[in-house]
């Protein structure tokens, strides 16, 4: 599969995934109440986040037919 996510998208990804990663573990751990959303949730959407930033791939993107990676 093609890379369609680019530089600038696939780092905020990252950071983004972190983010939410350190939310979860927070979760986990009691010391933050999140009122609909687990902590387990939050962990995959996180590591989806850092996965897609890692690999510079989307599948929602190519399902739309999205491409914001300048050519390599």
Known sequence: MKRNVGRIDAVARIVGGVAIGVLALLVATTDVSVPVVSGVGLAIAGAVLVVEG???RCLLY?????DRCPVD
């Open 54 to 56: 890692a690999t510079r």
């Open 62 to 66: 190519r399902a739309l037919g999205i």
